[in-house]
């Protein structure tokens, strides 16, 4: 009986703790919890009710209903910007991908310093889309930049590679397979655990390098791409800052470097069309909740879950 | 139990955060007030190259030994960072209190309400030196949103060492065509042997030669509705030189004209000698001077003795306004007041961002000038001028974007001189429709 008693005393205590804690625990959290609720909830809902409004930032904004949607339809440069950010996308991501997983493979051989390398190739991702390297990739790719200089060595007259609509999206696609480091972690971390046993048992039956990576490692790893693959789409799409640094915000030469995002800071920014924007961003929602959409739905003919 | 602890937290949190609206609301007072005795800061930006902010700085160092109470803090940036930065602070409430302005962007600001008018100032803010023209062109609708810092004129900047060392001569500027421009260039090219060139192409950061170019065919590119007038042929013929000589290697490679033009007065092709020929406004000779260290000269624009009437024109290069939100209005309108009167302060700044629009002040410095300031002032003074075009209309603020992005499309051939100059202009005419 007084056992019994003992443990409710207990219990009950523990609930008291417990409610103590929780109560510490959100008054810790609290500024997250109004950041989460100032700086994005409330912008988020402000922004979709805009996006029915003429709203030049400083003057109250003016409902015109759909308008601003209708005009999603007939932007000539914003189909461009369009064709700019999906052929950026479809182009990078998978290259990044291929590389990150090739990176991987090679540090998983158990190399002597892996924790060195490991940090070294993931580097690149902590800087990627910060101003320093897209300030540092204009000097590379510059007319005068360093990919000519090592060019010319070898007597080839290179060309201004950023200032050229032809080449100065792919300087940043080049940039964005730069920053492989955060899916190649992960792939790391993911060919960790493929049981040895598999590859020990083809290693036996005699069968070849390329084969157990196609008929082992890739099946395998197949959920840990399809999550690479969700995470960097999302992430390509809303690509900014490279974009903004490396075209002087302008998206030149000849809108070759408009990204969707950088056309909707534009219609926001320098042309004051705020209820544009937002209009803008909500139907970019949309397109990568479309793009997420297909991406689970094909899964279930390529990703195979082992358990 | 989470929503009760939010409800319960809910009530606290809004409570101060009111609270610090308030506090954030009360602290101003009116343009008209006497000025506070209290520690005020004011933010001051503007644009420019190093020059420009070694004096600016040299003036506010001026103004706070006169005002030990107030401190101004400067934040300058490159033209091209310049105005997005601005629309940013702004938009966000946080504009800073003495704002540069240019006449592309005063409409745009002005009219949506981001201005102070000056006259609610008049008490700290002495205008008298002015004439009345040139006030006026600070004005919307009778209010006067911005005061003119100085006069500009746009003109060829050419490079005489340049034309020294390669054997070409000096062309006559009262007498000359755009055809001599192109033939000179290409001398100074073929000498250049493909590291100098003779003219920097334009087109990019330039709407001043797009009006000039407009104005010299007798027309302009907007009537005083703000309509878009140029005709389509005018703007092809323009299209139609800079493809030209970009082609013959009158000028660099278009990737290499795009790379100068984005990278600002110091790295540009005339700051480092590596074009004869460019277009700038006359009162950035000092600054590009000072970059190249080469002998520079100003010229005047070819075509113009061709043309029915001149079409340069003085442009106020800048002007000086205060944001309709500032917590300091007196103070700020002092800090102007400064800027524009003290002759201290004009002797710093010389004509670095033009030859002074106020009178008196213009008069004060004329003994002072440096060999550049000198020739930028004479240049001035000795031009043929017309009226200059109208204020350009709210929505038309982004023109010099448009244009670059146009004249890329003619230089990488992605679309020829006609289909530019037609799209150019109904892009234009849709961005001033729509800003209504």
Redesign the interface.
Known sequence: MSALDELRRLRRSGTAVRKRD??AA?WFL?PW??GLLFVTIGPVAASFGLGFTKY????PPKFIGLDNFGRIFTDERLHNALGVTFTYVLVSVPLQLAFALGVAMLLDRGLRGLAFYRSAFYLPSLLGSSVAIAVLWTQIF??EGMVNRVLALFGIQG????????TALSTLIVLNVWTFGAPMIIFLAGLRQIPAVYYEAAAIDGVGRWSRFRHITLPLLSPIIFFNLVLQIIHAFQSFTQAFVV????G????STMFYTLYLY?QG??????GYASALAWFLLLIIGAFTAINFWAARFWVFYDD | ??TQ??RR?VWP?LLSLTATLMVACSSGSGADGELSTEPVTLRFTWWGADDRHKRTQQVIELFQKQHPNITVRGEFKEW??Y??SL??T??ANDAPDIIQMDELYLA?YAE???LLDLNEARKHLDTSGFDGKALATGAIDGKQYALPVGLAAYSVVVNTDLLAKYGVALPDDTKWTWEDLRKAGEQVSKAGGGTVWGIQSWGFNDAGGLHVWARQAGSALFDDQGKVVVPPKVLQDYWTYLLDIAKAGTAP???????KA?AGLNQSATATNTAAFAMWWNTQLTALTAASGAKLKLLRLPGEAQAKAPAAYYKPSMFWSVSSRTKHPAEAAAFVNFLANNEEAAKVLLTERGVPANEKTRAAITGQLKETDKAAADFLGTLPVSDPPRVTPNGA??IE?IL??HT??VL?G?ATPEQTAAAFIKELQS?VD??R
């Open positions: 929780n109560k959100f609290a919890f109004a030049n930032l400083i003057q510059g007319a060309k201004g590679w950023i200032s050229d609509p032809d075209s002087g915000g302008t030149g030469p000849s809108d534009q920014f320098s042309r004051f069309d705020m | 139990m989470l602890v939010i937290a949190v091209n960072g105005w997005d629309a940013t702004v938009a745009s949506r309400g981001a490679p278009p990737p290499v004209t795009v790379e984005s603020s982004t974007a670059k992005r890329e499309n990488f992605r961005e729509s800003a």
